[in-house]
């Protein structure tokens, strides 16, 4: 349960009247080893114009490279450890620096080559957020079906399919699940199983165990050169991962 009101703002009105109005500290963390560095400018510029424009967002940027400073970033040292690590081990990042983040009181993770075009607003702001992923619009997706991996998803279960590049929930909750994918990971790698689409197969299994409090449409993870009938929010950018070297 989100309590607690970190800032409030009171203005006084031309009548002398006033009205308080809540603000919300809210995290985006964004994992940028390698050459990803280079949307995150523009990615934080973006999300300055569009995500939650009501709260206080701050931006933790996980990176081996280097931004210019400012007041609404964070940027913490993380290495590159090489693909598919790059992008499942996340959680561990996350995990790492839960001390930072648990001073938010909501917490989003994006990939870092993605874009805000429209407002991403207090809709977001839930216990646990998925968004449904563009390829698998209310329907069963590319679940991990092995039994052998912790993220296995059985024939009989799920029923959508969420996106890896947007999620996100109370700061409770978010840290919550990186803490269980992180130990559901670790004991796959003890068994020498990668599942099928890394974190995201992880945080699909997590989510039939711990039902998401908001589903988003694939506004919130919408493919830039597709065409769904969906408005635009947050774009997942087309790249070349040859160049981007995954
Ligand atoms: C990728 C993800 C990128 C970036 C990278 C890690 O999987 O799509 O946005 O987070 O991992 O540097
Ligand atoms: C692709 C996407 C991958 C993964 C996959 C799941 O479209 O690029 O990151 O989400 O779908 O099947
Ligand atoms: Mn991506």
């Known amino acids: 349960m989100i309590n607690r009101i970190k800032r409030i703002i009171i203005c006084a009105s031309a009548l002398g009247l006033s009205t308080i109005t809540a603000q919300y500290n809210v ?16 990615l934080i510029e973006s999300g300055r114009k569009y995500f939650c424009p009501n709260q206080k967002v701050t931006y933790f940027i996980f990176t081996d490279g280097t931004l210019p400073e400012a007041d609404d970033v964070v940027c913490l040292p993380h290495k590159r450890l090489g693909w598919p690590y790059d992008t499942m081990m996340r959680c561990e990042v996350y995990n790492r620096h839960s ?39 209310n329907k069963r997706g590319t679940y991990e079906t092995r039994p052998a991996s912790t993220a296995c998803i059985a024939g009989h279960e799920g029923q959508h399919y969420f996106a890896g590049g947007f999620h996100g929930g109370s700061a409770t909750e978010f ?30 299994r997590y989510f039939i165990d711990n039902q998401p409090t908001i589903i988003l449409s694939p506004s919130y993870c919408y493919p830039e050169s597709w065409h769904l009938p969906y408005r635009k929010r947050l774009l997942a950018l087309d790249k070349n991962h040859a160049d981007i070297g995954k």
């Open 27 to 42: 995290g985006l963390c964004i994992v940028a080893t390698g050459k990803y560095i280079q949307f995150v400018p523009r």
């Open 175 to 204: 840290l919550k699940l990186v803490r269980t994918m992180l130990e559901n990971i670790k004991i796959d790698l003890e068994h020498n199983i990668i599942a099928l689409w890394h974190d995201e197969s992880h945080l699909n």
């Open 99 to 137: 001390d930072e983040l648990s001073a938010m009181d909501y917490i989003f993770a994006t990939d870092a080559d993605m874009l805000f075009v429209d407002t991403v607003g207090d809709e977001i702001l839930g216990e646990r957020v998925a968004t449904q992923h563009p390829g698998f619009i």
